[in-house]
């Protein structure tokens, strides 16, 4: 490698000395005028499940809860939803561990809510579930996504519907699979993505986020996450300042919801991965439900306990359906697109139809025992609930001045108003929720399996983090990757990378960088001399600002651990990846 080349390699990374001298260890934040929230709630915590339909999870309540638009027990799907003569499976009570994941992706979805490759049908048949499990030729496939749970076995939900808000009209933001959905919750678009797309997985997906409207009017955010934050995925969530906002659940949640410090909005992660020490508790097939709901009562429990409690709101929901059967018509009409940008090739994919319904509750000492939210009142004839819901009530809810993040949650319907139903918040929640005694699984983890495709897209992002990304095995690097392997992986990158965060805080970087590690830095400073630092800076046009690898300092003389992690200025492309 010439030494021209590597200079223009180190024209992206101007690196600044942890060590140097002049370091200010001043908290770099701007003082800002204190926002104020005029309503009730002052913290909405939003905590996002996966892959289950409202049916599924909740269809069986509407036996001991008839407001509630749930199964009568009579629908079914035949396996071929063009003939009617063909064998039909009925809905069923009896769900209890299912093992393999129902398909979901955009072709899967369109199967199971059109019956077939045409969408154009309205209102949407909801008859294709079983076709399409037929198809993945799984064994029993087609009664599982059929079938639901017993509201006895989901006693967390049932209490839960019971006290407080179940929203049975809201739907996934898109027929696809878990990633677009997240999107839609913090951002109101997925800026295109229909499925996983990498180049935007490692580069962090660039839309405008509502935690970036928050920090605009002042108010605060805090994401608690278990394995690795989904949230990374958005690049503006990966800026300097932003570090300090990812907190440990473990660690942090129960902390400072006792000392009353929550945030303004609260996102909660939950364990992705399944491994023998800590299960996963996502819900996600083939996780064990009981754990999802030990998980969902021990979120309930901390904010019931908390000292802002009488302000606070809690929204439970699922990113989207799973492949599980739904009997209410996916909205197909007068949906927008967010942004004008379309789906990747061969679907090119409109986002203009909504995705399944999905179980949602909302829960908040302002809402009374046993209400039962349906479909929004506006703002437009066609609007609805949908995750874009969450940014565009997070907007009316704290009165912020920013705009609407995208046309989706302009459109989309908004519940602040069940908020001020009440003059005074209710003295009567329950303290505790039901214990989960029964596993509904009848084994613990495979920790030896493969990663699922949302777990592959997790271990892409943590690859991003620590650097990897630009090893030739990567977008591969998760196929060698058991599920215990790749839960270690992801871990120690989200240890690392929020480390260096904190350390180039410290350090006084500018708090709008973006961090962005760098692999094998060391190696191209090899070769530069004693005053390379003083050469970059003079060449460089963009502020860097990085903490020394064990190897480079090792070459310049110096002694500190940190990791390896350079910092990149918000919006200035990386080039980093061609270059190396
Ligand atoms: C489903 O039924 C239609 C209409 O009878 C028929 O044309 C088609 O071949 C059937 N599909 C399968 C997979 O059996
Ligand atoms: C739908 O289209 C795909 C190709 O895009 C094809 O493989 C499949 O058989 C079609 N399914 C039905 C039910 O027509
Ligand atoms: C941080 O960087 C931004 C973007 O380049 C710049 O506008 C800002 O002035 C910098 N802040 C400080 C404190 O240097
Ligand atoms: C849910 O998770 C899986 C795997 O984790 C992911 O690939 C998919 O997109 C989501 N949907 C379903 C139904 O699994």
Same mark, same amino acid.
């Given at each position: 490698m010439g030494l021209f080349r590597r200079t223009r390699i180190l024209f992206f990374i101007f690196v600044y000395l942890l060590?140097? @001298? =002049?370091?200010?260890?001043?908290?770099?934040f701007p003082k800002r005028h204190k926002h104020k929230i005029e %309503?009730?709630?002052k913290t909405l915590v939003v905590l996002v499940m996966e892959n289950r339909s409202f049916d599924h999870m909740l269809g069986w309540l509407k036996k001991i809860r008839?407001?509630?638009?749930?199964?009568?027990?009579s629908e079914f799907n035949r396996i071929?939803?063009?003939?009617?003569t063909s064998r039909a499976v009925s809905v069923s009570d009896?769900?209890?561990?299912?093992?393999s994941d129902p398909g979901h992706s955009i072709q899967a979805i369109r199967e199971q809510i059109f019956?077939?490759?045409? @969408? =154009?049908?309205?209102?949407?048949?909801?008859?294709?579930f079983v076709q399409q499990a037929e198809s993945? %030729?799984?064994?029993?496939m087609s009664k599982n996504v059929m079938s639901g749970f017993k509201p006895d076995l989901l006693p967390v939900y049932t209490e839960l519907a019971n006290e407080f808000a179940v929203m049975d009209r809201w739907f996934a933001?898109?027929?696809?699979?878990?990633q677009p959905n997240r999107f839609y919750v913090h951002?109101?678009?997925?800026?295109?993505?229909?499925?996983?797309v990498r180049k935007d997985l490692i580069h962090g997906f660039p839309q405008k986020t509502i935690f970036d409207s928050l920090d605009e009017n002042g108010l605060t955010f805090g994401i608690y996450y278990q394995?690795?934050?989904?949230?990374?995925?958005?690049?503006?969530?990966?800026k300097l300042k932003h570090i300090?906002?990812?907190?440990d659940y473990k660690l942090k949640f129960k902390l400072h919801a006792k000392m009353g410090k929550l945030p303004n909005y609260v996102v909660i992660e939950q364990r992705y991965f399944d491994v023998d020490l800590f299960p996963a508790n996502?819900?996600?097939?083939?996780?064990?439900v009981a754990l999802g709901q030990r998980f969902v009562k021990d979120v309930y429990e901390t904010l019931r306990a908390s000292p802002q409690w009488k302000e606070m709101a809690l929204l439970i929901t699922y990113d989207?359906?799973?492949?599980f059967y739904d009997h209410v018509p996916t909205p197909v009409s007068g949906?927008?697109?967010?942004?004008?940008i379309i789906g990747p090739d061969?679907?090119?994919?409109?986002?203009?139809r909504l995705g399944v319904r999905v179980p949602t509750f909302l829960i908040s000492p302002w809402i009374d025992k046993g209400t039962v939210i349906h479909?929004?009142?506006?703002?437009?004839?066609s609007s609805q609930f949908e995750h874009s819901s969450i940014a565009a009530t997070v907007k009316k809810l704290f009165n912020l001045?920013?705009?609407?993040?995208?046309k989706r949650d302009a459109w989309a319907g908004t519940?602040?108003?069940?908020?001020?139903?009440?003059d005074t918040p209710r003295?009567?929640?329950?303290e505790k929720l039901p214990e989960?005694?029964?596993?509904?699984?009848?084994?613990?983890?495979?920790?030896d399996v493969e990663l699922s495709e949302f777990q592959m897209e997790l271990i892409q992002l943590a690859s991003q983090l620590n650097g990897?990304?630009?090893?030739?095995?990567?977008?591969?690097?998760?196929?060698?990757?058991?599920v215990g392997m790749a839960n270690r992986y992801a871990e120690d990158a989200v240890k690392r990378f929020l480390e260096a965060g904190r350390a180039a805080l410290r350090a006084g970087?500018?708090?709008?960088a973006l961090v962005t590690k760098i692999y094998g830095i060391e190696n191209l400073l090899f070769?530069?001399?004693?005053?390379w630092l003083k050469d970059i800076k003079n060449r460089v046009k963009i502020d860097l600002i990085g903490v020394i690898s064990k190897g480079a300092c090792n070459f310049l003389d110096m002694t500190p651990r940190l990791p390896l992690v350079a910092f990149e200025e918000?919006?200035?492309?990386?080039?980093v990846k061609s270059e190396v």
């Open positions: 060590l140097s @001298s =002049s370091v200010s260890h001043s908290f770099p %309503g009730p709630i008839p407001d509630i638009d749930g199964l009568s027990g071929n939803a063009s003939d009617p009896d769900a209890f561990f299912i093992d019956g077939c490759n045409e @969408s =154009s049908a309205n209102p949407a048949p909801m008859n294709g993945m %030729g799984v064994e029993g933001s898109v027929p696809a699979s878990t951002s109101a678009t997925s800026h295109g993505a229909s499925s996983n394995n690795i934050p989904a949230t990374l995925f958005f690049k503006s969530l990966r300090i906002k990812f907190h996502d819900d996600h097939p083939s996780h064990d989207e359906h799973g492949g949906v927008p697109n967010p942004d004008g061969p679907y090119y994919f409109p986002f203009d479909k929004p009142s506006g703002p437009t004839p001045q920013s705009n609407f993040l995208t519940f602040e108003k069940y908020f001020y139903l009440r003295e009567d929640c329950p989960v005694k029964t596993t509904l699984r009848p084994r613990g983890p495979k920790e990897d990304y630009i090893l030739n095995s990567y977008p591969d690097i998760g196929r060698q990757m058991s970087a500018n708090e709008t070769g530069f001399g004693k005053n918000f919006d200035k492309s990386f080039g």
